[in-house]
């Protein structure tokens, strides 16, 4: 389905008028057109952080961030957080559709039969220090398998395309959990084929060979539930990332490898691992909530309630609404009381009443509970960012494909308004002050 052209908005500047058109997509959400602004004005837009602008039309994922709703191909988050698994809503997300038994069968099959990363490549861990972030790993690392699987270079060839990104959702928990195990210097432990997708994870994440490492259902179902909550976003700032990156033709493993640096930052995905440090700075200092929302609201600061606001909901994040809930069962199933859970619930209480949060719409978001359910998992802080990078894999790679597939796809190349020196000459060096 494209968006439909349904008016047109009219532009007065100075004694200039122009007709620019009006689009609509399937949920009523209208964009003014301004591919031809420059031609018919001279003029360009500009939108600091692109509050304002849209960079693309998508068929992936619908927000709205006034009502607080999120849905993967039309399927509400909240339905699919109940009844799905990861690898199903990761097809969902891919494909268009939620897979057959018959496709569901095939995929799970490609996943299974590729998850072992080429032994030559297990020698690039060694010159990593053991205090490297797994982050800086991965993202070489997912970088680096187009050595490896030159076909990736091929992106008209569909069923080669398949084949990648199979071998890429396939890879990259074993990709994650290696850097794990460098970091503790445990040996690696490879994927086994008797296993599915999560709990494959979890067993690479804490086998070691002295020992039979028991498999928990428990942690395997929300291991589902966590990642497809993270599965796709809209095009927040790391799927921006692999759209732009893409946009040069640049093959998908090179574009995922920067849609994961993107996600390191502590403002995007490296918020879950942010939230933890000051939930765990707020409780070595008596656990005083009130002192922490103060620094928040104190412009002087530069502190802020990490896991808190978001660029579009200015509602509930519903996924933190459900990762919320989850923390109770996760918790109360492993017998774990985390006295930090009880400071985040005290932090969202206070804040949800304090005008200043109010006033900016700020809620809880997708990173401010998630970090608890991590550490409940046993999986250590810098791998927080590390398992939404997981989560979100699907979604990269939808939007790359969709990007690539689309016939309105332009390499991006955003304009300015220089600000800068106006003309000079050059200055001889022994003539500059
Ligand atoms: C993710 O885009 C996505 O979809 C992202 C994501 C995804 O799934 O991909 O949802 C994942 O990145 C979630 C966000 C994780 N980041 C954090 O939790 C970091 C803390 N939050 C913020 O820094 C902030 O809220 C952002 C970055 C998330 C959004 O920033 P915006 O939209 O640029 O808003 P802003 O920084 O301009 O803030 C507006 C006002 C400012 O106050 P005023 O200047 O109006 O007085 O709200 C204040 C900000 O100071 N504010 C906060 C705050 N977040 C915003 N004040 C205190 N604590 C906060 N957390």
């Known amino acids: ?68 709703i999120l849905r993967y191909r039309g399927i509400p988050i909240e339905q699919l957080a109940e009844k799905s698994n990861f690898i199903e809503t990761a097809y969902l997300l891919i494909y268009g559709n939620l897979p057959t038994r018959d496709e569901m069968a095939k995929f799970s099959t490609l996943l299974t039969r590729h998850s072992m990363i080429h032994e030559d490549m297990k020698r690039f861990f060694d ?5 490297a972030h797994p982050m800086g790993m991965l993202s070489s690392m997912i970088c680096s398998l187009s050595s490896y699987y030159p076909q990736v270079l091929e992106p008209q060839n569909k069923e080669q395309m398949d084949l990648t990104i199979g071998r890429l959702l396939a890879k990259m928990p074993t990709i994650a959990a290696f850097s794990y195990k460098k970091s503790m210097g445990q040996p690696f432990i490879y994927p086994l084929n008797s296993l599915s997708y999560c709990s494959n994870l979890l067993h690479m994440l ?9 498999l928990d259902e428990d942690l395997d179902h929300v291991l589902n539930l966590l990642l497809i909550l993270h599965a796709d976003h809209e095009q927040n700032c790391s799927t921006s990332t692999v759209r732009l990156v893409g946009s040069s033709q640049a093959n998908l493993f090179a574009s995922i490898s920067a849609g994961i640096l993107a996600l390191w930052g502590p ?3 490296g918020a879950n691992q942010e939230v933890m440090n000051m939930l765990q700075t707020i409780h070595e200092n008596g656990g ?8 928040a609201k104190d412009k002087k600061s530069s502190f802020r309630l990490m896991g808190f606001g978001h660029r ?50 700020l809620y809880p978001n997708v990173d401010f509970y998630s970090g608890i359910i991590y550490k409940a998992l046993g999986i250590p802080l810098n791998m927080y960012t590390v398992m939404f990078a997981l989560g979100r894999l699907p979604g990269w790679i939808a939007h790359w494909k969709e990007m690539t597939e689309s016939p309105n796809t332009k390499i991006g190349r955003p304009r300015q308004i220089y600000t800068g020196e106006t003309i000079r000459d050059y200055t001889p060096i022994d003539k500059r002050g």
Do not use: W
Request: hydrophobic residues 35%; contains cysteine; aromatic residues 8%.
């Open 1 to 68: 389905m494209e968006a439909t052209t349904t008016a047109t908005a009219s532009l007065k500047i100075g004694d200039k008028s122009v007709e620019l058109p009006v689009i609509t997509g399937t949920e009523n959400e209208s964009a003014i057109d301004i591919s031809q602004l420059r031609k018919e004005t001279s003029y360009v837009t500009i939108d600091h952080g692109f509050m304002n602008t849209g960079s693309c039309t998508s068929a992936i994922t619908f927000l709205d961030g006034e009502k607080g």
């Open 127 to 131: 010159g990593y220090p053991s205090t």
């Open 206 to 214: 804490f086998a070691v060979p002295a020992e039979e490492y028991i």
């Open 267 to 269: 403002l995007h995905g």
């Open 288 to 295: 005083d909530t009130d002192k922490y929302i103060a620094m």
């Open 312 to 361: 579009v909901y200015k509602n509930f994040d519903p996924r933190a609404k459900i990762i919320k809930r989850a923390c109770d069962k996760v918790l109360h199933k492993i017998g774990i009381h985390d006295p930090l859970l009880e400071i985040a619930k005290k932090l969202e209480e206070h804040a949800l009443k304090d005008e200043y949060f109010i006033e900016r719409k």
